[in-house]
């Protein structure tokens, strides 16, 4: 038997970027971790976290093994994207309880300080 890996025609960047503008975007982790985004469309912005994994058992693309799952997981990201106004994304980029998660990451005050100076015209 012979198995064929499937490839999703889209990666996450890809998905991501069917929603809005990218204006930032940093990893955070080195074979599995976090994907993070900082969208805009039109007025609303977005600050986005997927995680993703090395292999197809702890990554949600590469898991996906065909059309079918790879459309129903693009979905998903799309729906789970939330938007809001620049001054809520601030809000949200500052609140420790919501990024409880990352605060204690190397690399994570940069990022946050990087997101914050893109959002604010610095």
Not at 29 to 40: A, E, N, P, R, V
Not at 56 to 72: A, P, Q, T, V, W
Request: overall charge negative; some cysteine.
């Amino acid at each position: 038997m012979t198995y064929e890996y499937y490839y999703p025609p889209m990666g996450y960047d890809e998905i991501v970027a069917t929603q809005g503008e990218i204006i930032g975007q940093w990893v955070m982790g080195t074979w599995q971790g976090d994907y993070i985004y900082l969208l805009k469309n039109d007025d609303k912005y977005s600050f986005y976290v997927i995680g993703y994994g090395s292999c197809s058992g702890c990554d949600m693309l590469e898991g996906c093994e065909n059309d079918e799952e790879f459309n129903e997981l693009k979905k998903d990201i799309i729906n789970s994207i939330a938007w809001g106004t620049k001054q809520e994304i601030v809000d949200h980029i500052n609140n420790e309880e919501a990024n409880r998660w990352y605060f204690h990451e190397d690399g994570w005050e940069e990022i946050q300080k990087e997101a914050l100076d893109l959002l604010n015209g610095n």
